[in-house]
């Protein structure tokens, strides 16, 4: 079974527009940290958001924000007001256990394009 | 702060011959890794390092795959020799090190590969 499930391939959205971005996980584990990280055509891997499982509270950066309903294993992508900037895969990531420098295990991605 | 840097940007072989990635990561960060983004695909962990010592390689194809990380800081991988499926992007990553699970790993720009 995959760990990380993202089940949109590709989205179209209209500027100025939020967009949530689909994100399921798979873990027996009980901690465990969630990650969303953006790619744009040039390749770089961006750092978007964090969610550790003991948060009780929703991650939110600027635009950004998490939709983390652990008992659903869900972890969606929030981007409020959509800018053309935006347009990119989103890649949605779990690092399993407590140890904080293990490796991620990413989901296929979403390619978001945003229309003017 | 400079990000992660790698080199080269692009790297075009034939089969059978050899290649070499370098990473540089970012300054102090202890714990260093190389994933494999294949097309279409979300990044796979190759090999995690802690300082100088490789923690993680259980996902690398030891046949025709080595890293080293002399020293604590750059890293290089090598493959050889290189087979048609090995065209991908390597990607390099750091993350300061043990965090209590909140550990952010940066990417760099990663390193195209076709192997022709």
């Known amino acids: 079974a995959q760990k990380i499930t993202q089940t949109q391939p590709g989205m179209f959205v209209q500027e100025k527009e939020a967009v949530t971005l689909d994100c399921t996980y798979d873990?027996?584990?009980?901690?465990?940290?969630l990650f969303w990280y953006k790619q744009p055509s040039s390749g770089e891997m961006i750092f978007l958001i964090y969610q550790g499982s003991y948060d009780e509270q929703n991650a939110t950066e600027g635009r950004y924000s998490l939709n983390f309903q652990k008992a659903r294993k869900s972890a969606n992508l929030v981007i409020s007001a959509s800018q053309l900037g935006d347009s990119a895969m989103y890649f949605c990531?779990?690092?399993?256990?407590?140890?904080?420098?293990?490796?991620?295990?990413f989901g296929k991605g979403t390619h978001l394009i945003i229309q003017p | 702060e400079a990000g992660v840097v790698q080199s080269p940007r692009y790297k075009i072989i034939e089969k059978k011959q050899p290649v070499a990635f370098w990473c540089n990561p970012i300054?102090?960060?202890?714990?260093l890794y190389w994933y494999l983004q294949n097309l279409g695909q979300g990044p796979e962990l190759l090999i995690r390092?802690?300082?100088?010592?490789?923690v993680d390689d259980s996902q690398l194809p030891k046949d025709r795959f080595s890293a080293e990380r002399l020293k604590g800081v750059d890293s290089t991988l090598k493959i050889q020799p290189a087979e048609l499926g090995d065209s991908a992007v390597y990607l390099c990553?750091?993350?300061?090190?043990w965090g209590g699970g909140r550990e952010t790993q940066y990417f760099g720009p990663g390193t195209r590969l076709l192997v022709l």
């Open positions: 990531a779990m690092r399993e256990g407590g140890g904080g420098a293990d490796g991620l295990t």
């Open positions: 990553a750091s993350s300061p090190g």
């Open positions: 873990t027996s584990d009980q901690s465990y940290g």
């Open positions: 390092y802690e300082n100088e010592e490789a």
């Open positions: 300054s102090g960060h202890n714990t």
